[in-house]
């Protein structure tokens, strides 16, 4: 996802409890090997679910949602797709897109460069108009209009095939200011013929249904309801719900309703979407203790929180509470799609053994530990999640002793020629957790020969860490991939082309440069199909282990309590492994 959205994962896991974003991935499974649903009674239909959001969405547009969780539950609810993926909670399932708005999958012609969907009959928006094939090329037109949708996810801007500029930006400014022969571009790149939609793209996009099932870029948008900026919070539903006057508001929150335009005929609701509360509250409060506060009552089980579920995760201080009792059977703790790394700055640290020692000599076991725990994190031995499709340990870090190797550390440094203590500074986003979890690991880089000095540092830290001057020499950062591919996490991170300039490095906080591994990015980009995408991609990360590009941490977990009257709880990837809102009932 774009930047702005990983530097809130990030800032919500320096907390242990806040929120998470980016789009998919992430495991189903639960701390102990489950699926993680701990209501075995079935979802049923009928009643009102509460929804209880303890921070607020940026915007309400499905061109500008970026939200993980949000564009989970939206697409369950007001806003379908040309895909989608399914409410399956085994992994493979669930990051597998199957049709929604169109009647497959796609059909992916010219080795990727060219897509085409057919729109089902009878799909409909809440005002009973229907869905066109131009309401969907309205859509994907819409992100180019970057000076007014902001904040959404900007992929489509560099593969859709219209005419750039020297700095590869496109010249198509959007539906708002395009002149009519920068329009007709656009409509030849994105064209319309009946209901079918083709996209034409400069470059291979072998995952491209999966893409669009992940994120809103391509949904349809109605023309005659676009009022630009004004549109941010409005919604024209084309799902089982519509909201209470076509608005969300985004500090109280909305009602959802049934919208009696959707027709479950043109729907697949036992994978996608079984709608089954006649109502669901979705209730918005942003305060310090809200997310506490929301979980304190789910343990007691307050009457008015019988019925719902929540964004907020257990804080540590509240993991014990539910371990054992009643509470034990309304508590879920599931792997989520968010790995934690460091990296080291490749223009102060230059010896690749200088780093392998730092990252062997890493006590991962005590940094967890002071976390929170197995409850609240697991050890990574990749940056790439384990619920991401092509994931695999990478090699370099396989097999490391998770207590940290000080003796094995010390070696690296005598090969290296190091003479005394190695002088490091090691920044991460200050909190009264990560300031205890820092310190872990500082004892045992000291031991192993490293002289440690611990820099926490607060809102401004992803501006800090973009310097390409930064004072700063190693660094901690999180990542959740976008959709269930790693071509959402290695070239984000990794690529120098696209990340660093004169003055920033942008996503690449370490500054590392790679030709070999450039050269990788660039023929997994052009694979023919997504085995031989994966392949590449995953000797681009065997060689960011070999070069030390970064060292994992550890994926992060979910902790989630709901109501004693909610039925079906469960989370699942393409819930972002949030609660999966489209399996979930309340009982009568």
């Known amino acids: 996802m774009g930047k702005k959205l990983k530097r809130v994962v990030a800032a919500s896991a320096a907390t242990a409890l806040g929120l998470a974003l980016a789009a998919c991935g992430g495991d189903s499974n639960d701390g102990d090997g489950g699926s993680g649903n701990n209501n075995a009674e079935p979802g049923q239909a009928g009643g009102e679910l509460n929804y209880l959001q303890h921070f607020l969405f940026e915007a309400a547009d499905p061109q500008r949602i970026y939200y993980g969780v949000q564009l989970a539950n939206w697409r369950r609810t007001v806003y379908r797709g040309l895909t989608a993926f399914p409410m399956s ?11 929604d708005l169109a009647t497959d999958t796609g059909t992916m012609t010219d080795g990727g460069k ?25 859509g994907a ?73 992940g994120l809103m870029m391509v949904d349809p948008y109605k023309k005659s309801a676009d009022k630009g900026d004004k549109s941010k919070w409005n919604v024209l539903s084309n799902g089982p719900y519509k909201f209470v006057g076509g608005k969300f508001d985004q500090a109280k929150g909305g009602t959802l309703v049934r919208n009696e335009n959707y027709d479950p005929a043109t729907d697949d609701p036992e994978q996608l979407r079984l709608a089954l509360p006649d109502q669901i509250n979705w209730k918005v409060n942003d305060s310090d203790t809200a997310g506490e506060t929301f979980n304190d009552q789910l343990i007691e089980d307050s009457p008015d929180v019988q019925n719902a579920i929540t964004t907020a995760r257990l804080a540590p201080q509240q993991l014990l509470k539910v371990q054992s009792g009643e509470p034990k059977e309304r508590y879920t703790n599931v792997v989520s799609p968010y790995t934690d790394y460091l990296v080291v700055n490749a223009k102060t640290v230059t010896d690749p053994k200088v780093r392998r020692a730092i990252g062997l000599s890493a006590d991962i076991n005590g940094f967890i530990k002071a976390l929170g725990g197995e409850l609240v994190s697991e050890p990574a031995d990749s940056i790439i999640n384990p619920g991401v499709t092509g994931y695999k340990p990478n090699p370099a870090w396989a097999d490391r002793n998770l207590d940290g190797d000080i003796e094995a550390a010390k070696a690296l ?73 790693v071509m959402t996490v290695l070239p984000p991170l990794f690529d120098s082309r696209p990340n660093i300039s004169a003055t920033s490095c942008n996503n690449d906080y370490g500054c590392y440069e790679s030709d070999a591994f450039n050269k990788l990015i660039d023929e997994a980009a052009n694979a023919a199909s997504v085995e031989e995408q994966i392949a590449k991609l995953q000797e681009a990360d065997a060689l960011l282990g070999e070069d030390v590009g970064y060292i994992p941490l550890d994926n992060q977990k979910f902790n989630w309590m709901h109501g004693s009257k909610v039925t ?13 809102l489209g399996l979930i009932g309340v009982k009568q």
Request: glycine share 8%; aromatic share 14%.
């Open 89 to 99: 909670e085994d992994p493979k399932v669930s990051n597998t897109p199957v049709a």
């Open 114 to 138: 060219t897509w085409a969907f057919t729109l089902k009959d009878g799909v409909k928006w809440e005002d009973g108009s229907d869905i066109t094939c131009e309401d969907v090329q309205y």
């Open 141 to 213: 037109s819409r992100p180019f209009a970057n000076d007014v949708i902001t904040g959404g996810p900007n992929y489509t801007l560099s593969y859709i095939d219209v005419p750039q500029k020297a700095d590869g930006t496109s010249t198509y400014p959007g539906p708002y200011k395009a002149t009519p022969e920068q329009q007709k571009q656009f409509e030849d790149a994105v064209s319309c013929d009946g209901k079918t939609i083709t996209f034409r793209f400069n470059k291979p996009w072998v995952d491209f249904n999966a893409a669009i099932a």
């Open 413 to 485: 440094l005598q090969e290296a020629g190091v003479n005394g203590k190695v002088k490091l500074k090691v920044a991460y986003q200050k909190s009264p957790t990560y300031d205890k979890a820092f310190s872990v690991l500082q004892e045992s880089w000291n031991k192993a020969g490293f002289d440690v000095t611990l820099d926490g540092q607060g809102a401004t830290y992803y501006d800090v860490l973009a310097s390409p001057d930064k004072d700063i020499d190693i660094a901690w950062a999180g990542w959740g991939a976008d959709w269930p591919s």
């Open 568 to 580: 079906g709880f469960t989370t699942t990837a393409a819930s972002s492994s949030y609660p999966e």
